[in-house]
């Protein structure tokens, strides 16, 4: 059990034999041109549906909504280089006595439970709690108890929900922490332009539609019959247009339009990855602003700072600031470049990155590229407990300083599209961000 376990979380790999062999390999990939692949063939639902589980969790239904502003006790679960964002899934494998004990007592009440993690802080690397963090509410479950070992495991699907700001910690009887926390709330800001716009154009502000084509018959001389074809315009009126009569010019309001933002934030996903469409993400500006912050390769301090922003305005302005200047995705041990920003693509419908679980219980915020640089590959491809049904993994590290940056995905099945690509881990990667300011100070995104 332990040496299928190890290989998992990049320990107990100094196997030269394969590692000689995958390094061989490696070089081959890196110098090789890897094309982007133009069509997936794979069944981009079965990652988000966590099969590795197993098929056999049961089901829960209802959901649980905390009211703004409000105080509460909640249980905490803290794990270490994952910060769960609303709307997140969050797989668990749970096997420990005091965390499973911990679970099966919010099954008893609603189900809500606290997500936190923490960092090392300090000569000692004490560990510290972040003091902002997501409910998560459980709707699957299974619990399984072994017959000789006596040792009870529960595999657990939570989604992140609502965001908390912790108050204050405490350890209980049984040794879990039990946070008393506030529930932050959703600030949902008016329009700008509100008071300067007229009643009357209200109705012609609707966002803009496609144009309408119409045919119409006609005759010509000779008695032939002709169709015409014409567009019909709908009327609209520029919503920005009644800032005129302000002390700000309208490209000032538009920095802070919903609508503009969310725009501009889409286009610069698709100079991401051209194959990311519009109907993959959602519709509503508070959730496609999670959405955004759950898919950005973006270190844990950054996106805490992200995440306590309690408004889709703020954190659309924040996030686009952060995607106009990543360029390429580095190794956060060493700094070496790993991939480029138009190297990720999605191979699950939640978007290119996601988080999974594996049997040692270690869940990893995972984000699939197609072609990388400068990797080792450790071992031999794997199938079992493989995220992607139908491909194998392999562990890769980076070649600089050896530190563990995901696996290599290759296919098993004939005619499955991509036949390879990799799982960067988020905790390993560290974004490169351009500094365009002369002052040299460290650059922040903007608010």
């Known amino acids: 059990m332990e040496d299928d376990i190890l290989p998992l979380l990049g320990h107990n790999v100094d196997d030269s034999e394969s590692s000689g062999e995958s390094e061989e390999g490696e070089e081959e990939d890196n110098k090789e041109h890897v094309p982007k692949p133009e069509e997936i063939n794979f069944d981009t639902s079965l990652p988000g549906a ?15 909504v905390h009211e703004d502003d409000t105080y509460l006790s909640l249980p905490l679960l803290n794990l270490p280089g994952v910060v769960l964002v609303p709307g997140q899934t969050l797989p668990l494998h749970l096997f420990h006595p005091q965390t499973v004990a911990m679970i099966r007592g919010v099954m008893e009440n609603d189900r809500t439970f606290g997500m ?3 960092s090392y802080l300090g000569n000692d690397y004490t560990a510290t709690l972040a003091n902002i963090g997501t409910t998560a509410e459980i709707f699957s479950k299974k619990e399984e108890t072994d017959d000789h070992s006596g040792i009870t495991t529960l595999r657990v699907k939570a989604q992140g929900r609502q965001r908390f700001e912790v108050e204050d910690t405490r350890r209980s009887t049984t040794g879990i922490t039990v946070a008393r926390v506030r529930i932050l709330p959703e600030r949902v800001l008016p329009d700008m332009l509100e008071g300067a716009r007229p009643p009357s154009h209200n109705k012609f502000c609707s966002s803009p539609r496609e144009p309408e084509m119409y045919k119409h018959p006609e005759v010509y001389d000779m008695g032939d019959m002709i169709t015409r074809y014409f567009r019909k315009n709908h009327r609209r009126v520029n919503k920005f247009s009644c800032a005129n009569f302000t002390w700000w010019p309208p490209w000032v309001y538009k920095m802070y339009d919903v609508d503009t933002l969310t725009k501009h934030v889409k286009e610069e996903l698709k100079s991401w990855n051209q194959m990311l469409t519009e109907d993959k993400m959602p519709q509503d500006p508070v959730s496609f602003s999670f959405w955004v912050l759950g898919n950005l390769p973006i270190d844990d301090g950054m996106r805490l700072h992200i995440l306590r922003l309690d408004s889709a305005i ?12 990543c360029t390429i995705l580095c190794c956060k041990n060493c700094g070496q470049q790993i991939a480029h920003k138009n190297d990720v693509f999605c191979m699950a419908l939640e978007g290119p990155m996601a988080a999974y679980v594996n049997p040692g219980g270690y869940v990893h915020e995972t984000l699939t590229v197609y072609k990388i640089n400068g990797l080792n590959h450790i071992g031999r491809p794997e199938t079992a407990n493989s995220w992607f049904p139908g491909y194998a993994w392999t562990i890769v590290q980076c ?6 940056m995901g696996w290599r995905f290759t296919a ?8 390879k690509f ?3 881990c988020r905790s390993s990667l560290l974004p490169g961000l351009q500094n ?12």
């Open 50 to 64: 966590h099969s590795y589980l197993g098929d056999d969790l049961e089901d829960i239904r209802g959901r649980t």
């Open 116 to 118: 936190v993690t923490s």
């Open 314 to 325: 703020q954190r659309l302005r924040c996030e686009l600031s952060i995607m106009q200047r």
């Open 399 to 404: 070649r600089h300083c050896a530190s563990h």
């Open 412 to 419: 098993v099945k004939k005619k499955l599209s991509p036949e």
């Open 422 to 424: 990799w799982g960067l």
């Open 436 to 447: 365009q300011d002369e002052s040299g100070d460290a650059w922040r995104p903007i608010l």
